[in-house]
C-alpha cells in the first residue's frame, strides 16, 4: 500500500470534479464522508493494516454575475493505518484551498479554472516539502439543453516530480435520469424517484 501525499492525489481530483456547482444547476456546499478498510496489504508486503479515512469538502461559491462566479473552499482529509502485524501505525493529514472561478465565455463554452495550492504529509514530520501546488482546468462545451460535453487537465508538483492527469467526461440530465463523468476520476450515474430521494451507482477511481 503506498501512501504519503502522493495518496491523496486523487482525493482532491474526487472532491472538486465530482461537485455539482461545476455541472448542474444545485452546489453541495458541504461533503463529509468516512471510509474504513480491513485487512489492506502493503506493497511487497504480506502485511496487512486498517485504514480510516476521514474527508470533508467545503465549497464556497461567490456569483458576481450570470457569466462569472468565484469558487473559494477548503478540502481535508485525514489517513489513519492502524497495522495488524508488526508495523507502527500513523496518520497522514491533508489540506487544499480552493481559488478560483466558473466563468461562462458564450452560450456554448464555459470554464472552471481551480487553483490548489495544498499541505499534506505526518505532522510529526511536518516541513517545506509537503507544501505543493496545483491547479485544475475543466471546459465544457453545451450539446443541448441535456448534454456537455468535458476535457480539460488536473497538474501538480508532486515529491517525485510534474504530473498532470488529463481529464475527459460528459454530463447528461433528462427527466429524472442524471449522469456525471468525469474520466478517470469519477462517474456518478443517478435516478430520482422522489423530489428528495435519489439512488444510483457512484465511482470513484482511487489509489
Given at each position: 500500500m ?45 502485511s ?12 464556497i ?116 435520469f ?16 422522489k ?5 444510483g ?7
Open positions: 503506498k501512501t504519503k501525499p502522493s495518496c491523496l492525489i486523487v482525493f482532491f481530483l474526487v472532491v472538486i470534479f465530482s461537485n455539482p456547482a461545476f455541472s448542474q444547476d444545485y452546489v453541495d456546499l458541504l461533503k463529509i464522508s468516512y471510509n474504513q478498510g480491513q485487512n489492506v496489504p502493503f506493497d511487497g508486503d504480506t496487512t493494516a486498517r485504514i480510516n479515512e476521514v474527508a470533508a469538502d467545503l465549497t461559491p461567490i456569483p458576481v454575475n450570470e457569466n462569472f462566479v468565484i469558487i473559494t473552499g477548503v478540502l481535508y482529509e485525514g489517513i489513519s493505518v492502524k497495522a495488524v502485524q508488526d508495523r507502527q501505525p500513523f496518520d497522514i493529514y491533508g489540506i487544499a484551498l480552493k481559488a478560483g472561478a466558473k466563468i461562462n465565455h458564450n452560450d456554448t463554452w464555459s470554464g472552471t479554472y481551480v487553483l490548489l495550492p495544498k499541505a499534506s504529509g505526518d505532522l510529526d514530520e511536518f516541513n517545506a516539502k509537503d507544501f505543493q501546488m496545483g491547479g485544475i482546468v475543466v471546459i465544457s462545451k453545451k450539446v443541448n439543453e441535456n448534454k456537455k460535453w468535458k476535457f480539460g487537465a488536473y497538474a501538480n508538483s508532486e515529491l517525485f516530480g510534474p504530473l498532470v492527469v488529463p481529464i475527459l467526461g460528459m454530463y447528461y440530465q433528462k427527466n429524472n442524471e449522469a456525471n463523468l468525469t474520466l478517470p476520476i469519477t462517474a456518478d450515474i443517478n435516478w430520482q424517484l423530489s428528495w430521494f435519489k439512488t451507482i457512484f465511482f470513484r477511481g482511487i489509489r
